[in-house]
């Protein structure tokens, strides 16, 4: 886990976790692709904290750092960091891509639960 991941709330994930954590999670998962030299995504981090502290029991928020996983987030289409999906029994329900406010996020999570 990298330091920039060690919060609860904000937990990473790695390629060898991640398929089975979105699988067998129930509700919905938040996932920042992000990586530790990109300015956007630590300016991100503080706000993905709120917000799982705002929807505790809704949401998780997990991070996953696209230079441990490249072929992960490939898959998932992720071209530009940092990207948010938002996982729903285990699909990709919705997509953030860039640095968001505090009002935007909780915006964009509302919409989706």
């Known amino acids: 886990m990298s330091e920039a991941a ?9 390629a060898a976790s991640f398929a089975a954590f ?3 999670e129930p ?18 981090a503080p706000r993905l904290e709120q917000l799982a502290r705002q929807f505790e029991g809704q949401i998780r928020v997990r ?3 696209v230079d441990d996983a490249p072929e992960l987030a490939a898959a998932h289409g992720v071209r530009g960091i940092p990207t948010l999906i938002l996982f729903k029994d285990g699909q990709a329900h ?10 935007q996020l909780s915006s964009w999570v509302r919409a989706a639960l």
């Open 63 to 65: 991070k996953l750092n």
């Open 27 to 44: 509700g919905a998962v938040v996932v920042d692709f992000w990586a530790p030299w990109c300015g956007p995504c630590r300016a991100l």
């Open 6 to 14: 060690t919060s609860t709330n904000t937990a990473a994930l790695d």
């Open 94 to 103: 919705s997509r953030l891509v860039g640095l968001h406010d505090e009002t």
């Open 22 to 24: 979105i699988a067998n």
